[in-house]
């Protein structure tokens, strides 16, 4: 079992910037992930990261404006969100499975430990 928590979330206009964090709680080294779900929208992948920080993915919505990081001595994790707008507004999720390698931006995969959620809203 992973015990997952975002933090960071709020409002800012368009063009600015925030920076998410997540703690997972793991005996072992962990692969982790972002996630967010618009209003009225399924929820969709972001950014991805492997367990050795090595490898990562993006969503093409977000390429060249967000990055994700990982700090494993402090089993935190990151997203740092730069030149935001107004259809970055979502909940965004932070989620961790014990799978080594890059995971799927797929929300659907049964391998992730999920976060309650962080409101981010960009106002134009």
């Known amino acids: ?3 997952v928590v975002e933090s960071g979330g709020g409002s800012v206009q368009a063009g600015g910037s925030l920076r998410l964090s997540c ?4 005996s072992v080294t962990i692969s ?6 618009p209003p009225g929208k399924e929820r ?6 492997d367990s050795y920080n090595v490898s990562t993915k993006y969503a093409d919505s977000v390429k060249g404006r967000f990055t994700i990081s990982k700090d494993s001595a402090r ?3 990151y997203l740092q969100m730069n030149d935001l707008k107004p259809e970055d507004t979502a909940l965004y999720y932070c989620a961790a ?3 080594s390698g890059l995971p799927p931006l797929d ?6 430990y999920w976060g309650q959620g962080t409101q981010v809203t960009v106002s134009s």
Not at 44 to 49: K, L, N
Not at 107 to 112: D, E, S, V, Y
């Open 97 to 99: 499975s014990i799978h």
């Open 107 to 112: 929300a659907k995969w049964g391998a992730w």
């Open 75 to 77: 089993d935190t994790l």
């Open 44 to 49: 969709e992948g972001v950014a991805a990261i």
């Open 32 to 37: 982790m992930a972002w996630f967010r779900q």
């Open 23 to 26: 703690t997972a709680s793991a």
């Open 1 to 3: 079992q992973v015990h």
